[in-house]
């Protein structure tokens, strides 16, 4: 089997708990096989992206923002066209950023200063990514079309890759 055939989520349903831990062990299982031994910071990132994306039937809009100089800058992603550039503390990427913590994010709508890149994003969750040295370099931005489609397996099951997966 490809690459590629293992993936075939269908985009919309909210997977229910036991399925939801079972889709990111299978997932982070699947990163370790392929990027054992890999060391590119763009490599890892696609890499992480398409996986986590193609695995996840609620991930509407799923990628990294890299840390340049005092922004965020998009990608690599997978999703409709998103905004280039985010300030620190801006949104909710720039605040998991500056804060140097996941933010969960239920209700977008509901989130003062949140930033609208797809009128079809409903709630989010942002993990900052780090490398070896535990520089925070990304944040890893996930939108759902769905309200409340994040909840605490979510926010564990994502810190725990980017631990084994630093950049
Ligand atoms: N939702 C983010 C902006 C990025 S896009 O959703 C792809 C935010 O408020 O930080």
Redesign the pocket.
Known sequence: MSHGEAYTAIKGSIPESEKKRQLYQQASDALNAMLAGETDRVLMMSTIVAVLHQSMPHYF?T?FYRVVGDALLVGPYQGTP??LR?AHGR????SAWAEARTMLVKD?HAFPG??A?DAR?AS?I?VPWRDASGEVVAVF?V?SDQTAAFDLIDHESLEEIAQRFPL
């Open positions: 809009w990628g998103a905004c985010i949104g909710v990427c720039g977008v949140h930033i890149c994003s989010e942002v931005d939108d």
